[in-house]
């Protein structure tokens, strides 16, 4: 009597999936159930948001982060990645940005005399389309690289 064996092949994994893969294996992904999205791993949908063109989903991706318990060097790579997200889709607007903290941004555009709106934020909780008052946010410096508007 001959046994037959047959050979199942999985799918291959996407190359997000093999990328997350990776992220969990550097910084870890031991979140408590029910599994949320891993820091690393946001960053990493906002960057794939972004390469495909959907800078204000990427920007909202910024905005659900979560920037308590995790390392500086995870808030910087944080920070610079939503600057230069920032940068690309608010660079003709004049914005502002504000950071009160490590791992902590808001964007801001002008809409009134003293008046400034949040267009995105990055571990804070104000909504977009929040309207604050300038002379109470210290340390406003413009998007642009060069300080121009």
Do not use: N
């Amino acid at each position: 009597m001959t046994a037959t064996t047959t050979t199942a092949i999985a799918p291959r994994p996407t190359l997000e999936e093999l990328v997350d893969r990776l992220i969990d294996a550097i910084f870890g992904d031991d979140t408590p159930t029910p599994p949320r999205t891993s820091f690393a791993r946001g960053i990493h949908e906002a960057r794939r948001l972004r390469r495909s063109g959907d800078l204000d989903g990427a920007l909202a991706v910024f905005a659900g982060l979560e920037t308590a318990g995790v390392t500086d060097g995870e808030r910087r790579w944080a920070y610079a990645e939503f600057l230069e997200l920032a940068r690309r889709r608010f660079r003709d607007d004049g914005a502002l940005v504000y950071s009160p903290g490590s791992g902590r941004a808001a964007l801001l555009t002008p809409c009134g005399e003293g008046t400034l709106e949040v267009c995105a934020v990055l571990g804070m909780r104000w909504p977009a389309g929040k309207v604050v008052s300038q002379r109470s946010l210290r340390g406003l410096k413009p998007l642009a690289k060069d300080g121009s508007p």
